[in-house]
């Protein structure tokens, strides 16, 4: 046989200087120290985004309260009015009446897309007035 075949294989090493030993011994904390930071920015970009998505969903749903109480006051007002013919209760009925259109133009105002879509058939509306009055 080959005396060569016989002899365990040496592994080979890789010889690096005293210099590089420091430098990789230093660039390793250097790397998780930038990663760190990188993730942290991300991380504070995230939330930032994250916060304004929030206050927008909080505008859209007071804007959504809102025109939910002003049909609901005219809903009532339109019901008072055919039971008792009271003015009072065509008084408010226009009060809520005219504080529609401005709730919906507030709500189309949105950055959110996803209300836009919504509302535009919204907009179509029309207010009846009741026993005829325009």
């Given at each position: 046989?080959?005396?060569?075949?016989?002899?365990?294989?040496?592994?080979?090493?890789?010889?690096?200087?005293?210099?590089?030993?420091?430098?990789?011994?230093?660039?390793?904390?250097?790397?998780?120290?930038?990663?760190?930071?990188?993730?942290?920015?991300?991380?504070q970009?995230?939330?930032?985004?994250?916060?304004?998505r929030?206050?927008?969903?909080?505008?859209?749903?007071l804007e959504t309260?809102?025109?939910?109480?002003n049909?609901?006051?005219?809903?009532?007002?339109?019901?008072?009015?055919?039971?008792?013919?009271?003015?009072?209760?065509?008084?408010r009925?226009?009060?809520?009446?005219?504080?529609?259109?401005?709730?919906?133009?507030?709500?189309?105002?949105?950055?959110?897309?996803?209300?836009?879509?919504?509302?535009s058939?919204a907009?179509?509306?029309?207010?009846?007035?009741?026993?005829?009055?325009?």
């Amino acid at each position: 046989m080959d005396s060569n075949l016989a002899q365990p294989r040496l592994s080979r090493q890789i010889r690096i200087s005293r210099q590089q030993k420091r430098q990789l011994i230093l660039a390793i904390p250097v790397t998780c120290l930038v990663t760190s930071l990188a993730t942290f920015g991300w991380l504070q970009f995230q939330t930032a985004q994250a916060e304004t998505r929030l206050q927008q969903t909080q505008r859209v749903r007071l804007e959504t309260e809102r025109l939910y109480a002003n049909l609901l006051q005219a809903e009532t007002a339109v019901r008072g009015y055919e039971i008792t013919r009271r003015q009072d209760f065509l008084d408010r009925y226009e009060s809520a009446i005219a504080q529609i259109p401005v709730t919906l133009d507030q709500l189309l105002d949105t950055p959110r897309p996803i209300s836009a879509g919504i509302l535009s058939s919204a907009t179509h509306l029309t207010i009846i007035y009741p026993c005829g009055n325009t």
